[in-house]
């Protein structure tokens, strides 16, 4: 199973997660959320990711604000359609058209706010590929994997604590429910 974790902001929280067997680590690169880092910070994190070895994704709504760290990640990950030359993780909470290109797809309706909603029922044909996001959290996500079997989860507010910041237990025991 991949199991993405995003919104990392510091040296430790990656660390940790690769020790986890995280799969892949997020960066958030939108000004109006709570995980914003700034460019310098970024590349800091991707150079950190790289020495562990686990997979990083730069996270924006747009491409505008991802594209000035995109090359020192190995993803992108945008909530538009729109085609650049970076391996694209493509955000959404509505069926893709047949013309986007993506290396992954996401399904997210929540974009880091931690609301779970049901699933919509397309995304039944993209099992095999698809990532789930969207309020998951060490209480629901084996539920979510029985249910859907998909290719992946990816989360950040189900690992945080009350002030917002990544908790470590709840990143084990997050990463525990997705070994079945
Ligand atoms: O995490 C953010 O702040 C964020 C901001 C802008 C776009 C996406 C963002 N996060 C993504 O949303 C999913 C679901 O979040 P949650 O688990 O419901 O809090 C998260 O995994 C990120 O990929």
Redesign the pocket.
């Known amino acids: 199973m991949f199991v ?4 990392m902001k510091t040296d430790e929280q990656i660390r940790y997660a690769a020790s986890l067997n995280y799969s892949m680590i ?1 960066v ?1 690169l ?1 000004n ?5 880092v700034c460019i310098e910070k970024a590349k800091e994190l991707a150079k950190c990711a790289k020495e562990t070895g686990i997979k990083s994704a730069a ?3 747009t491409y505008d604000e991802v594209q000035n760290v995109a090359e020192y990640f190995d993803y992108i ?1 945008i ?1 538009e359609p729109v085609k650049t030359k970076f391996p694209t993780i493509f ?1 959404t909470s509505e069926e893709p058209a047949d013309n986007i290109k993506y290396e992954y797809l ?1 399904y ?1 309706m ?7 909603e049901n699933f919509k029922s397309w995304i039944e044909k993209y099992r095999e590929t698809i990532i789930l ?4 959290n060490a209480n629901n996500v084996a539920r979510i994997i029985r249910r859907y079997r998909p290719f992946g989860v ?5 690992v945080e604590d009350k002030t917002g910041e990544k908790n470590f237990d709840k990143m084990r025991k997050f990463i525990l429910q997705t070994m079945f």
């Open positions: 993405k974790i995003c919104g997020g958030v939108h109006g959320s709570k995980r914003f996270v924006g709504l990950q909530y955000a996401l997210d929540s974009r880091g706010s931690g609301a779970f996001a969207g309020g998951l990816d989360v950040s507010s189900g």
